[in-house]
């Protein structure tokens, strides 16, 4: 689902980001990422996040550290909190809209218990930009690919909506919701525009069918 960008300039995007690590959960600007958040220190920082600009960046973890303090992926996706509720047990639901992707830079030795990072924006100004046309775009490649893929994990979508949907959306909502592994949805993200994304994600779907050749073709619905 697309949301409208709450922020309109580079400049606009907080140099400080919290930073909220979780595997296999991609967040792409323009898009919306439910979450539920009960560990403290991380009910900690939505309170300050909440208290502030409301945004903070959704990172990946990659090799190395430890289950405290992993290793953090070279690029993240900063999100706004556009929606907060507060169970009756002491647990958050929030939903944040992708705003832009950062690098990230220097890790900020904060008292906090949560990390803090500053961002680098520069290279990802095209995420406030309009979405492109999808002029270029084999949508016959990709629904093929996107079958198969599918039926091979016994899975559905409402073809009705995905048949109509802008580009944008269709991309991205598919990036976030199929189980790609973490390193498959990190690709996904840093991919650098929409027609490098589609791409990356229609080879995914190719990549995925080809491992069923042993047993010959899966038939189309």
């Known amino acids: 689902m697309t949301s409208p960008k709450p922020y309109r300039r580079l400049a606009d995007l907080p140099q400080i980001l919290a930073i909220f690590p979780l595997d296999g959960a991609l967040l792409l600007p323009g898009t919306e990422l439910p979450l539920r958040i009960f560990e403290p220190r991380y009910l900690n920082m ?7 600009d409301r945004t903070l960046g959704m990172v990946q973890t990659r090799r190395g550290g430890d289950r405290e303090r992993p290793n953090l992926a070279h690029i993240g996706c900063a999100g706004r909190v556009t929606s907060f509720t ?4 002491g647990t958050y639901l929030v939903t944040l809209t992708g705003v832009c992707r950062f690098v990230l830079g220097e890790e900020l030795s904060a008292l906090t218990p949560y990390r803090q990072v500053r961002a680098a924006y ?7 930009e309009d979405a492109p046309e999808d002029e270029g775009f084999d949508r016959k490649r990709f629904a093929q690919a996107l079958k198969l893929y599918l039926n091979r ?11 109509t949907a802008p580009l944008e959306t269709l991309v991205n909502s598919l990036a976030m919701g199929l189980p790609f592994s973490p390193s498959e949805k990190q690709a996904l993200l840093e991919a650098p525009a929409l027609q490098e994304r589609c791409d990356a994600l229609t080879a995914l ?17």
């Not at 520069?122 to 406030?128: E, G, N, Q, R, T």
């Not at 779907?205 to 619905?221: N, R, T, V």
């Open 86 to 89: 507060e169970t009756s047990d």
């Open 46 to 52: 939505l309170d300050d996040v909440m208290a502030g």
């Open 153 to 163: 994990r016994q899975l559905d979508i409402d073809w009705e909506t995905a048949e």
């Open 122 to 128: 520069d290279d990802f100004a095209i995420d406030l």
């Open 205 to 221: 779907l190719e990549i995925d069918a080809l491992e069923d050749d042993d047993d010959g073709p899966l038939p189309m619905q």
